[in-house]
């Protein structure tokens, strides 16, 4: 039913830039707030952005903000992260996440499907 299929990452050196797709199918996407996470081997899931239904409000965790930017169109049933100045520390596996809600959420457990993660290597 529901999917959710990240893509774009890859191996890139620091100061590198990526942008990270996140394709939604089985659900009215619109109806969805969207958010990105990220784990590193050996470490928690950490909240790195999330945007409302509309797109009109997002959040950032305070270690990408002003370097990442999350975007949708909804058009596509696509949402997006802008990863530019990439360092080391970013290196992660990325996943996309849908929640019902019409708020913009930063906790990992409110949200209702994830996608399977695609893997984010920075090079120094």
């Known amino acids: 039913q529901v999917q959710l299929t990240e893509s774009g990452g890859g191996l890139v050196q620091a100061g590198a830039s990526l942008r990270l797709s996140c394709a939604a199918s089985?659900?009215?996407?619109?109806?969805?707030?969207m958010g990105w996470f990220r784990q590193a081997p050996g470490k928690e899931r950490q909240f790195v952005a999330a945007?409302?239904?509309?797109?009109?409000?997002?959040v950032y965790a305070d270690s990408v903000k002003g370097r990442f930017t999350i975007f949708r169109d909804n058009a596509k049933n696509t949402v997006y992260l802008q990863m530019n100045s990439l360092n080391p520390e970013d290196t992660a596996v990325y996943f996309c996440?849908?929640?019902?809600?019409?708020?913009?959420?930063?906790?990992?457990?409110?949200?209702?499907?994830w996608g399977q993660g695609t893997q984010v290597t920075v090079s120094s």
């Open positions: 996440a849908a929640a019902v809600t019409g708020f913009v959420l930063t906790r990992g457990t409110t949200y209702d499907y």
């Open positions: 089985g659900l009215s996407f619109s109806n969805y707030a």
């Open positions: 945007i409302t239904r509309s797109g009109v409000s997002t």
